[in-house]
Structure formats: C-alpha cells, structure tokens
C-alpha cells in the first residue's frame, strides 16, 4: 500500500510525494490521517520565516491533526487499532526535572516537534508515540478534534490563568486561539468577557461564542486598567504591551501569542508598579491537552463553527496561501487526507 504525503523541501517550495506506508516502530503507533488543520505556524515553516532552531527541512508539516489508529508497534496493545485520537507534538522525554514536573512542553533534553523536525500531519499517515496518544470518544468529530492542538494551548494559557467566577476577563485576538479561549473562559462563570480585535465581524464571532463584549483596540484604550484577568493570543507588535495596559492593578496577564522581531516592550514602570503577574505559554504540556479533550468530550468546546475551507492535499499550496492571507473570512482552513 502507498500513502501521501507534503513535503515541504525548503522555504517556498513544496512538492505531493507518494511513497510505502510507514510502519511504526516500537513503542509506537500509525494514525489515518482524517483532517489537519493549517495555522500560522505552518505558513512559516513554507515560506522559511519559522525560526531556524524550530524546523528542520524537509519536513512534512502539520501539527494540528486528529485521525484513527490503524496499526501499531511493538509493545503496544492492539486494542487501540480503531480508536479515534489526537496527540501531543511535543516528544518530550519524560525524564528531565521539568518533565518529571508535568512541564513537558519544558523538556530539557531539547526540541523535537511532529510537523516542525519531525513528520507531521499534511500527509495520509503519521507516525507517533503511543504515550503521547489523547483518544478520543468513539464517533467522536474528528474534523473539528483537528482542532484540538490550538485548544490545548489555550486550556494552558486559561489553567494559567486561573480565573476565577465574577471576575472581568478580556482576551486580545478572536482567531482560532481567541475564539477557543473565549469559548473555555465563559465556563468560568466571568461578570464580563470581552474580546479585543481590530476587525469587527471576527468581535461579533466572539459573541456567538460567548463574549459579553467585543471592541477595537482604539475603543480599548478607554478600558486600560480594567480587567482582572486578559489573555493575548494576537501576537502582534503591540499586544504584549497594550495587554498589560488592560490589567488592573494586581492583574494577571497571560500572553500566548507568538511574537516576532519588532515586538513592542512591555513597559517595566508598569510591571512593577501595577504589581502585574504575566506569564508565557508555548505549545501545551500533557495536563493542557487533557483539558482540551476532556473539554470537547463533554460539549464544552466545540471547534467545528471555526472551520472556513478544506481541501484535499494536492491543492496544499493554495490552503496555505488562504493562512495569514488578511481576508476577515477566513477561519481555520483543513486538509483532508
């Protein structure tokens, strides 16, 4: 039997490769691809703007993925062929301080990542650990579980967050990060969920997902020292910096966008005198993406209504040109293998 896969050789230059199905190794499993989905991440790795010490060409992508155990390796039990799953990128050791701390996405013995060093999703099959497997309910949705990698960052930024009932929360962005934590953050019971964004028909999504509130980041500067809680998930120049704006005195920001060179500073003056706990969240460790699943298992979270476009795996190149692309009605875009 054959299977396909991307392969993306070097920066702006992919090519559909067909080749024998993996065959999992000990200690791991083989996964029908059902749907992947493309995030901004993606987008850099094929046009070479990723970090260099975070991608290792060529590379098949695709880190956001869910599917259906189809085969399995050496010790492993068989009664997973069938089961639905999705599974961590991250192949962290398991054995370091850090993850020993249930911090894996901290590892220490440096970093690997499905999509990014490793083969990822953007493929027929992939390969992974069986330890790092989250399955999932039988008949579960498997094209809206592709969702489940973003989501999982997002329950880490929200455990981080620790919100509490009655307390007034804003999140910074409303794409696929922002709509996933307005989502989580509303179960929480907060007096006000407002959801900062520049563009106005993504702040009415964030109401059909639960926000009380939407504005711009113009109207938001009237709100500067408001909000007990406010996750970031923009990642854009100013949004580290107008994020702490937003908290109040004693506040906690939780940033979780992914920033590049340019990014404007968080001003130290109101750090310390506003008294401000900020942390950062990249990727999500094994406890995160428990959450998430537990999360959509339950009807909680449901990342279905995200999904704008999908499209087979020879029109990958046109799905990545639609990511990052400006056009407000664009969500999250699929392949389908």
Known sequence: MSTRSVVVDRPGVHRLVTGPEPVPGPGEVRVRVAAAGICMSDREVHDGRRDAAYVRY???????????????????????????????????????????????????????????????????????????????AEGADLRAAALLEPAAVVAAAVRAGRPEPGERIAVVG???????????????????????????????????????GAGTPEEAEELHGR??????????????????????????????????????????????LGQLTVRSVFGAPSAAWSYAVRAFTTGLLDPAPLITHEFPLERFGEAVALVGGGDPGTGKVLLRP
């Open 174 to 212: 409303a794409g696929t990060l922002g709509l996933l934590a307005v989502q989580l953050l509303a179960a929480s019971s907060p007096a006000e969920l407002t959801v900062i964004d520049p563009r106005a028909r993504r702040g009415e999504r964030a109401r059909e997902f639960g926000a009380s």
């Open 58 to 136: 060529p590379v098949t992508p695709g880190h956001e993925w869910a599917g259906t155990v189809d085969a399995v390796g050496e010790g492993v039990g068989r009664e997973l062929i069938g089961r639905p799953t999705v599974a961590e990128g991250f192949r962290a050791c398991g054995a370091c301080d850090r993850c020993r701390e249930g911090e894996t996405s901290l590892c220490q013995s440096g970093y690997e990542e499905t999509g990014f060093t490793l083969p990822g999703a953007f493929a027929d099959h992939v390969v992974v650990p069986a330890r790092l497997l989250h399955p999932l």
């Open 227 to 272: 909000f007990d809680l406010v996750v970031e998930t923009a990642g854009a120049p100013a949004t580290a910096a107008s994020s702490c704006l937003l908290a109040r005195r004693g506040g906690r920001v939780v940033l979780t966008g992914m920033f590049g060179p340019g990014a404007t500073g968080i001003d130290p003056v109101r750090l310390s």
